[in-house]
């Protein structure tokens, strides 16, 4: 009887063993003190023998990132809860289903992609976005699949992971490179622990800028047209107007400028920062290249207001909570004073 009861018992598990091993994942120890913002690895598909959907990416507690083969069949695709609001999407992406981004892209076996997640928590609004990125390897640059906004969440990145489906039928093997975590003051953690140089991600440069420049600045002069907007000039596809003369000195992109400003977003009139009692001060060669074009346009004691395409901004990059990637960012900015370099 005893032999027939663990017979039994070692079916029934073995069942639950198949029944729920239908994917591969190895989740990598965060400890409490990296608060990573962002979450790469490299991932190599070396062979694909089944004729059923496969996939291989990477994942954290609230979104999902993979390479997707269905028969002949491929993609990139960004998953996240149903409930979550795209904010923003790669050129010639598909975002009509709920909860999920598709790109359909020929990706090849035996080729190292990149997949990357980012972050960007607002703890007093309660929620953050999630974006998914692929670099791609053929065009050598980055592309933006998509980004969404989670209510009721503000956490860095929990739980990454790398994982691969493992189908019925066939199979699917796949080579994890390395994996990377970001923390929130910029520095990079190995995740496996190798010696490697860190990685260099230039979000900037990406795979659809042209196509998203001209798209913006379409929307821009359509705004002008119909009287959207109050700005009427244009310098290096920042378009400005002159809100209030200056008397005082022009300001120069060496400059350290004191100044009070309002930012929002052209599309909805967002407010993501502004200055309140006190003006701020900063070296105008550290900032946005939009406020480097702009700011010296306008004299101490002037105010000036900028319109500034997403790739003279913060491009597809995920910085700031209330800033999705590709957003054109409109700025107010009241010079009080300049300071020169010595």
Request: neutral net charge.
């Amino acid at each position: 009887m005893k032999h027939y009861l663990l017979s039994v018992f070692l079916v029934i598990l073995s069942l639950s063993i198949n029944a729920t091993d239908k994917d591969s994942t190895i989740y990598y120890n965060l400890p409490d003190s990296v608060k990573a913002v962002q979450f790469m690895a490299e991932i190599n598909v070396q062979a694909i023998t089944s004729k059923k959907e496969v996939f291989a990416g990477i994942k954290t507690d609230a979104v999902k990132l993979s390479l997707e083969s269905d028969k002949n069949e491929k993609e990139i695709v960004f998953e996240f809860p149903a409930t979550a609001k795209v904010m923003a999407t790669g050129s010639n992406v598909d975002a009509d289903e709920k909860g999920e981004i598709e790109f359909n892209y020929n990706w090849s076996v035996n080729e190292m992609y990149k997949l990357l997640i980012a972050v960007a928590t607002d703890s007093s609004e309660n929620f953050s976005l999630y974006s998914g990125y692929v670099w791609l390897p053929k065009e050598v640059k980055w592309k933006l699949i998509g980004t969404c906004k989670i209510e009721g969440r503000w956490n860095t990145l929990q739980s990454p992971a790398t994982f691969f489906s493992i189908p019925k039928k066939g199979s699917i093997q796949a080579n994890f490179g390395q994996v990377w975590c970001q923390r929130n003051t910029g520095s990079w953690k190995n995740m496996k622990a190798e010696m490697a140089a860190a990685p260099l991600i230039n979000l900037i440069g990406h795979m659809d800028s042209v196509q998203q420049r001209q798209t913006e600045i379409k929307l821009i002069e359509e705004a002008i047209a119909t009287g959207k907007t109050d700005v009427k000039n244009n310098s290096e596809a920042v378009y400005y107007t002159i809100m209030k003369e200056g008397t005082g000195k022009q300001v120069s992109v060496n400059d350290t400028v004191v100044a009070y400003y309002k930012g929002y977003l052209f599309n909805d009139g967002l407010v993501f920062d502004q200055t309140k009692d006190k003006p701020a001060t900063f070296s105008l060669k550290r900032l946005i290249r939009g406020w480097q074009i702009g700011l010296p346009l306008c004299n101490v004691g002037g105010k000036i207001k900028l319109v500034i395409p997403s790739d003279l901004a913060y491009s597809i990059r995920t910085r700031a909570a209330k800033i999705p990637p590709n957003s054109i960012l409109v700025f107010e900015i009241e010079v009080v004073e300049v300071k020169s370099p010595q």
